[in-house]
């Protein structure tokens, strides 16, 4: 997107992780950035840096009802909303079968549905400014699911497909989107910030098995570096024509060039099959 003098991000889930990597690289590039966290004082620990160009806000994704005020706050701070980075989000690892309504129901709340809310509270403003860039955190999982992310997944697969529908209906009024893949980062992801839930005996044996190591086994070994995602992020920004999709870490565009293989040969395989519901001439 065109450079502004400076840039206003907005930014969800800033406390950690990627979101905060992403704040701090905007704002040691010198643009503003509001961010939302869950710490219930609304601090963020990079306003003693940035006192004049940072903005904190407590907010729980799963609170919609507050999302517009929050919004009004950005807006009010800076003047205008260039970038928003729809990063708050957590993962669920379970098996599918054996997991309850309200174990996957509030992460629906968080990953889709928040974001869902959050876009649509700050599109008038894009709108009116004909100018902005939408980043929605998906997943390498949301582009090829495996065993024990199945809901995950779901949540992920979900983003993908509001993204990529809303970026054509955006892209003539001057705003993009992009959707943000990411595979394993040495974030808190494979720790605090991953719920897992695991049960149903021996015909789940080995997913279950998965599931208890997963964290000691992932958690600070994974191939990609957090603070790199947010010069990622900031390069990204600072494209003219940004893609619709970016997989991060050679661990999802692995993964993604493997599944559009294994799509295409399954597409090829079954194509007879596919035509074959064509209405007769």
Do not use: C
């Amino acid at each position: 997107m065109p450079k502004q003098s400076p840039r206003t991000w907005l930014i969800t889930g800033a406390d950690k992780g990627l979101g905060y990597q992403a704040a701090k690289a905007a704002l040691e590039h010198g643009d503003q950035v509001v961010v939302t966290v869950l710490a219930a004082d609304g601090r963020h620990k990079l306003s003693l840096q940035y006192p004049e160009r940072l903005r904190s806000f407590h907010l729980d994704a799963r609170d919609h009802a507050r999302f517009d005020a929050v919004v009004a706050q950005a807006a009010a701070a800076f003047g205008r909303i260039d970038v928003l980075v729809n990063n708050a989000g957590y993962g669920l690892l379970a098996v599918a079968e054996m997991t309850t309504a309200d174990k996957y129901r509030p992460m629906f709340e968080v990953n889709f549905f928040g974001l869902v809310e959050m876009t649509r509270a700050v599109l008038p403003i894009m709108r009116r400014q004909r100018a902005g860039h939408i980043i929605n955190l998906s997943s390498k999982a949301g582009f090829s699911a495996s065993p024990g992310f199945a809901l995950y997944s779901a949540t992920k697969f979900a983003v993908e497909g509001y993204s990529e529908a809303l970026a054509r209906e955006v892209e003539p009024l001057g705003i993009h989107v992009t959707i943000i893949e990411p595979g394993g980062f040495r974030s808190d992801f494979a720790g605090p910030s991953l719920v897992t839930s695991g049960n149903g005996g021996d015909d789940y044996a080995g997913i279950n098995q998965m599931i208890e190591q997963y964290a000691a086994q992932r958690h600070g070994k994974q191939p990609s570096d957090p603070v790199k995602f947010g010069l990622a992020m900031y390069r990204l920004v600072d494209e003219a024509q940004p893609p619709l999709r970016l997989p991060l870490g050679p661990d999802s565009v692995q993964s993604m060039r493997e599944d559009l293989a294994s799509i295409a040969q399954e597409l090829e395989r079954w194509e007879q099959l596919s035509l074959s519901t064509s209405v007769d001439a």
